[in-house]
């Protein structure tokens, strides 16, 4: 007689699957740039947020940054803080 083999994956013991971070997505006006640093704020129906997020040399930046532009931010959560992978500074639409 044969017993049903349930397909249950083997790992080794002690062995855990290298977790990248999962990038996330801050966007708002840049209230303070400093260097290796920038501050972004988020008001969304009346609540505000504010971020700080470390700039290394691997952030890629498009656009020029300046207090008071609108950015989005693509960042991991990092123990020495939030990293900015990616900042893009948006450019206001005249109408």
């Known amino acids: ?49 504010e971020r700080t997020f470390l700039i290394t040399p691997e952030t890629r930046v498009e656009g020029k940054l300046r207090v008071k532009a609108r950015v989005t931010v693509r960042y991991v959560p990092s123990e020495d803080g939030d990293r900015a992978l990616h900042i893009i500074v948006r450019t206001s639409q005249k109408k």
């Open 1 to 49: 007689m044969l017993s049903p083999v349930s397909s249950v994956p083997v790992r080794a013991q002690g062995a855990t699957p290298a977790e990248q971070p999962r990038s996330e997505f801050f966007s708002g006006v840049i209230t303070a740039l400093a260097d290796g640093k920038i501050t972004v704020l988020k008001s969304v129906l009346g609540k505000s947020s």
